[in-house]
């Protein structure tokens, strides 16, 4: 298949602002309470808003509002990454120092575990074993696909049960097929398979069996990556220049927001980000912990 390179290096300047607004103090929390680093975000198909952090309750449950529905205290938990609901509303948590995926049901069972006893690291050649792995994606199936990570440099496919299929990748490098922090994962509604390159300062896009189809090489550092199927648009948050960045499938930038800052609606290490069903985005930050929210200007 030949490769389609897209590339498209518009400066922050020239690239138009997205009309989305802060929702101001969204995540309520009780007294004594806190976020803290805050390293991943996912959405479930109600609108509840997961948030996975390096806290004393290191996953939290959000409505749409920011009500607190519901948190895990003791959860067994290394240190949190990312953070995803499966079609079928179970919660996968993907363990960057604990080298292992979790998934859980909604009240915090323990579904399943993929990863060496021990915590000990896999290789890229390992089959349920990872080393730093950062983000995780779900085909409707069930079928889910893992980056991995900061160490190795690949993602992984695996079916609905947990069992390798195949991966893409393997070798840390610069050249096309290769990764250097592949820190995240996202599919499109085809299956196209989106890896966020993260040193390399671009997504790599690969077919549904895992062969490379093209490259955006315009969209800053990608730390994190989120397809909005409202419009077929990809979500990228830019960690190192602290903004989001929206591209339709073509690698076109459509529209870009944020900037460094500590105050509400600026961003400090932007790490994450999800969409819900309106189209509101959710950004987690490590340095800033916390989650902010954003939402469509009329």
């Not at 393997?170 to 499109?188: N, Q, Y």
Request: charge should be positive; hydrophobic fraction near 40%; aromatic fraction near 10%.
């Amino acid at each position: 298949m030949k490769l389609i390179v897209a590339v498209f290096a518009l400066s922050l300047a020239a690239q138009p602002a997205l009309p989305i607004k802060l929702v101001s103090e969204w995540a309520k929390l009780p007294k004594g309470m806190y976020i803290g680093e805050c390293c991943g975000v996912s959405v479930d198909k109600d609108d509840n808003v997961w948030v996975f952090h390096r806290g004393k309750s290191p996953i939290m449950k959000f409505d749409k509002t920011g009500k607190l529905l519901d948190h895990w205290d003791g959860a067994p938990i290394t240190s949190s990454h990312g953070i995803k609901v499966d079609p079928e509303g179970n919660i996968w948590t993907v363990d960057v120092a604990g080298h292992n995926i979790k998934k859980f049901s909604r009240d915090g069972k323990l579904l399943m575990h993929i990863g060496n006893p021990g915590g000990s690291p896999g290789t890229n050649e390992s089959k349920d074993a990872f080393n730093r792995p950062t983000g995780i994606a779900f085909l409707p199936n069930g079928d889910f696909w893992v980056s991995d990570g900061y160490v190795n440099s690949r993602a992984v496919k695996f079916n609905k049960d947990g069992e390798y299929v195949m991966h893409i990748g393997g070798k840390k490098g610069k050249a096309d097929g290769e990764f250097d922090t592949a820190h995240d994962v996202a599919l499109d509604a085809r299956g196209r398979v989106y890896v966020a390159d993260r040193e390399n300062h671009r997504v790599q896009i690969y077919s549904p069996d895992g062969k490379l189809i093209g490259k955006w090489t315009g969209v800053g550092s990608p730390w994190g990556l989120a397809f909005n199927p409202k419009d077929s648009t990809m979500f990228v948050a830019d960690g190192y220049a602290n903004r989001v960045l929206k591209v339709n499938l073509e690698g076109q930038v459509l529209g870009s927001y944020g900037q460094y800052g500590k105050i509400p609606g600026r961003f400090d290490f932007i790490h994450h980000i999800a969409v819900d069903s309106q189209g509101n985005l959710y950004a987690a930050e490590i340095k800033n912990w916390r989650v902010q929210k954003f939402a469509w200007q009329n």
